[in-house]
């Protein structure tokens, strides 16, 4: 089956015929997952530029019904065509500042989870502060943890951005930020958060996108940690300590959550269930792939946007193909 499956994508990948062949239209929905929205492209595979962003969510308004978690995941929802969810993981101020206004443009409605240590502060997530030594430092390359890693342009520090941030990401809060200081010394830059699109949000922009109607809110931990790299009372503190200031932001009840990283290892059944203890009435992961209103609603799959996706790329990706 999976063999004819792959068969059938590439033809409709070959021929361009995403939406005529939109997998499995009348179950699935396509949970897209962004991170920041910004004016130039920036050295990070998360971050969309504006252009693209306008670009894929014209597209989405046009052949998928857009909607609200819940209205989404609803059986009595009448779609005549594919449903689809937007989400950004973390809080950038660049999601009210860029994407904000595109959302409002094209009235589509959209959920934000955030890290809420970073709120109302001058501190950004730990793996913008290596976007931002990578694409300031002079140095050509560097040695790290045993491999040399070119900087030689562009493309090699994209390249050694994502692989540097794929040894740090998985260890413990405390050992990644003693990893940011030892990245600093080595690329010469020193850790500070200069540029404007590793903002997070502040109050002042929550309640404006609240006020709106379009746009909810979720937990995303309160450091951006990924859970099963805490002992249990910890990530039991970084999910109950998120859920509460979500609440305190936004003045409503947080019911959904994002896994920090969401892959198959970074979460576990005890983490579900605490935050099914916490209220919270879906969990999404960065599983890949389309999800069902018949899935499981603590691990609910999706779609990550890549900088690097062609127009042609997305089409296929959030069709399914």
């Not at 969810?85 to 934000?112: C, S």
């Not at 970074?266 to 069902?292: C, N, Q, Y």
Request: with cysteine.
């Amino acid at each position: 089956m999976n063999v004819i499956k792959k068969i059938i994508s590439r033809l409709v990948w070959k021929l361009r015929l995403y939406r005529l062949a939109h997998f499995n239209k009348s179950k699935t929905i396509s949970i897209l997952t962004y991170h920041g929205v910004t004016e130039r492209e920036v050295n990070d595979y998360c971050f969309v530029t504006e252009q693209d962003f306008e670009y894929q969510i014209k597209y989405l308004s046009r052949y998928f019904d857009v909607l609200p978690v819940d209205k989404a995941f609803d059986r009595n929802t009448n779609s005549k065509k594919p449903r689809a969810i937007i989400t950004f993981d973390d809080g950038f101020y660049n999601n009210y500042e860029h994407a904000f206004p595109i959302l409002k443009k094209y009235n589509v409605p959209a959920v934000i989870f955030l890290s809420t240590a970073f709120i109302d502060t001058d501190r950004s997530v730990w793996f913008c502060y290596v976007n931002e030594m990578i694409e300031k430092t002079v140095k050509s390359s560097i040695e790290w943890y045993g491999k040399r890693y070119s900087l030689l342009d562009e493309g090699e520090k994209l390249a050694s951005n994502y692989e540097i941030q794929e040894s740090i990401k998985r260890k413990k809060i405390e050992e990644i930020y003693q990893d940011l200081n030892l990245l600093s010394e080595k690329l010469e830059v020193e850790m500070q958060i200069l540029s404007n699109q590793y903002r997070m949000l502040d109050s002042a922009a929550i309640e404006d996108m609240v006020d709106s109607g379009l746009i909810e809110f979720g937990a995303h931990t309160h450091n951006h940690v990924i859970l099963t790299t805490a002992c249990k009372d910890s990530s039991r503190d970084e999910i109950l300590t998120s859920i509460e200031k979500v609440k305190n932001l936004t003045g409503k009840d947080c019911r959904y959550f994002a896994y920090p990283n969401g892959g198959t290892t970074d979460f576990s059944m005890e983490h579900k269930s605490m935050l099914k203890d916490a209220g919270i009435e879906r969990s999404f992961s960065m599983i890949d792939g389309l999800s069902s209103i018949d899935d499981d609603m603590s691990a609910i799959k999706r779609l990550f946007v890549s900088s690097n996706f062609s127009h042609s790329k997305f089409s296929s990706v959030v069709h399914g193909y």
